[in-house]
């Protein structure tokens, strides 16, 4: 009886180890020497900015320093220094994309967008068109937003 106890307690505890272990994060690859992680990110329309980042955007950060202009006929006209996340929201044939910008006193996101994906010329242009995105500080929408975000590994798009 002891026995087949001190068992059940052994093949438990091998059972929790193994468990834990596969689930795990796995630290990122670090870029291969002489590969840089820069891109050149830029919006044109009602958000604009362009410059180049470095290590943009996995979902757990960095989320890099950017200069945004916000000209959305609002309050929160204006340029900014904020920090930035865009990625793909959503899969399969409901795939968006997100945008977020936020500093201390600001705080965006839109979710929309038609994505094309230039894998050939390494660059991702999303379109987006009468969206309604979210003024996340104040908790209210902010319609009609359009314009176009274009991320690229051409560094010489930037300024």
């Not at 670090?30 to 050149?40: H, I, Q, R, Y």
């Not at 000209?71 to 990625?87: M, P, Q, R, V």
Request: a negative charge; proline letters at 6%; hydrophobic letters at 35%.
């Amino acid at each position: 009886m002891k026995g087949r106890f001190v068992a059940c307690v052994g093949i438990c505890c091998i059972a929790i180890l193994t468990v834990s272990g596969a689930n795990a994060d796995k630290p990122p690859k670090p870029p291969k020497p002489g590969e840089t992680t820069a891109e050149c990110i830029t919006f044109t329309g009602d958000l604009i900015g362009g410059q180049q980042v470095e290590g943009c955007c996995p979902n757990a950060g960095p989320f890099p320093v950017y200069t945004m202009t916000l000209a959305l006929d609002s309050l929160l006209d204006g340029t900014y220094e904020g920090h930035l996340f865009i990625n793909y929201y959503g899969a399969g044939r409901n795939r968006k994309y997100i945008v977020q910008f936020w500093n201390d006193g600001v705080a965006i996101e839109i979710i929309g967008g038609v994505i094309d994906n230039d894998k050939k010329n390494k660059a991702l242009t999303v379109t987006f068109e009468d969206e309604t995105g979210w003024d996340l500080i104040n908790g209210i929408p902010i319609p009609n937003l359009s314009f176009v975000l274009v991320r690229t590994t051409n560094l010489t798009d930037c300024d």
